[in-house]
């Protein structure tokens, strides 16, 4: 047989050539496969990069708020790229932080929920006193629900309480009252109660019914613990400022706090304060004028503290408060022992406008026409026709030391 060479060699060419077709089509499919992992590695890679830079705005945000209450957005620049951080305005005593990190064009975006540590506080009444009881004259007046630990007398005229009134514990009576709504006493006498009367003794009451009590109600604490306020006295003194001796705050605009003042505080002659931080004076207070309030960038909706371990006397017509927000209250507190006569741990008289008054240990004067909306102490005494004025929604208060102490994230979460 003749063999034909041309033949053989053409189909050794041709071999050749579809084996290297499929090589190169291999070696492609390979190419294709190992790009397309090494993009997607590149991919994963620069996220995660991102993700880093995003996480970096987010902690640079909460470190910056602590100096800057009012930070909102801004952008800052790193070697590995950009970042973008918003903040939002306090919503319910917390704030939302959303950061973009750019790196390379893969943009990953982190949104944090933080809020400033508080105590959560309930002033269900427009006023709660302890054993030293409540004492009015002149017409003044409560409106709002009162629970007292010891007697609710009448001194002069006809005072009123509006809403309902319960006096704990055997022996504690209402004497010569006018009250509004129900009432809840051992022994009541020349009074008169709007709806029921809910006694155990009645010498001379009247009411619109009456309910003989088999049990009196049980004493009950003050809606502000002496741990709470020493917990605030410690974040003062590890968050704020120390001042030693003084401080007199005369015709100037200022913002104060965290601060503890070793010595008195004096406000006068129309300033304007702005609380920026729990003040804590270990000496007395006195305000005559102007206006003392939380500041709104700082506190938000929540509420502040001004603390004394002397008297507080506020005089004139100045206006302390909380930060125009709804639910931010300022609370004027003083410590001090002190049960009436002359002695009082906050002196109120004339017309100044405030929000709560707190005395742990001691008896409260309000005079002449006192605006504000809650106050609890050992013992109240209202005369000169004064008025206390329940804010409903107080039943819910947080008491924050402000930016400069703890915060606590609520939520941390990638949403891009």
């Known amino acids: 047989m003749k063999i034909n060479y041309t033949e053989k060699g ?10 290297t077709v499929l090589f190169i089509i291999t070696a492609i499919n390979i190419f294709i496969l190992n790009f397309s992992r090494w993009m997607t590695l590149e991919d994963v890679l620069y996220s995660k990069q991102s993700y880093y830079l995003a996480e970096a705005g987010i902690e640079d945000a909460l470190l910056r708020i602590v100096d800057e209450p009012s930070l909102s ?40 929920v933080y809020e400033i540590s508080s105590d959560f506080t ?13 004492k009015m004259k002149d017409n003044s007046i409560i409106y709002g629900n009162v629970l007292s630990n010891g007697d609710i007398l009448n001194l002069e005229d006809t005072p009123k ?59 009950r604490e003050l809606p502000i613990s002496e741990e709470m306020i020493e917990n605030w006295k410690k974040e003062v003194v590890d968050y704020g400022e120390v001042h030693e ?38 000496g ?81 004067l309000i005079a002449n026409n006192v605006a504000l909306r809650s106050v609890s102490g050992w013992g109240l005494e209202i005369r000169n026709h004064a008025n206390v004025t329940y804010e409903t929604g107080m039943e819910s208060t947080y008491f924050t030391s402000g930016p400069g102490g703890s915060w606590n994230v609520l939520s941390w979460r990638r949403i891009r």
């Open 73 to 112: 957005s801004y952008e800052m620049y790193t070697e590995l790229g950009k970042v973008e951080v918003d903040v939002s305005d306090d919503f319910g005593g917390s704030r939302t932080i959303i950061s973009s990190g750019d790196f390379v064009d893969r943009v990953v975006k982190i949104e944090t």
């Open 161 to 219: 309480i509006t809403d309902n009134v319960v006096i704990t514990g055997e022996e504690n009576k209402l004497s010569g009252m006018e009250v509004g709504g129900e009432v809840y006493v051992d022994i009541c006498e020349d009074s008169d109660v709007g709806e029921t009367l809910h006694y155990q003794e009645n010498n001379n009451c009247t009411a619109s019914s009456y309910e003989q009590l088999e049990e009196l109600p049980e004493p």
């Open 10 to 19: 053409f189909a050794s060419i041709l071999v050749a050539i579809l084996l």
């Open 245 to 282: 001796g003084d401080y007199i705050i005369d015709g100037e605009s200022r913002y104060l706090g965290p601060i503890k003042i070793e010595g008195d505080l004096e406000i006068t002659r129309n300033s304007d304060v702005f609380i920026t931080g729990t003040i804590w004076v270990t």
């Open 284 to 364: 007395s207070i006195d305000i005559s004028d102007g206006t003392v309030k939380l500041d709104e960038s700082t506190y938000g909706s929540q509420s502040g503290l001004i603390i004394a371990d002397g008297q507080i006397a506020v005089r004139g017509n100045p206006k302390v408060t909380g930060s125009d927000r709804e639910g931010s209250y300022l609370a004027l507190i003083s410590t001090l022992e002190a049960n009436g006569g002359e002695d009082y741990a906050i002196d109120l008289r004339n017309q100044p406008e405030l929000d709560i008054l707190y005395a742990s240990r001691g008896r409260i």
């Open 122 to 134: 309930s002033f269900y009444y427009g006023a709660q006193v302890g054993e030293g009881g409540v």
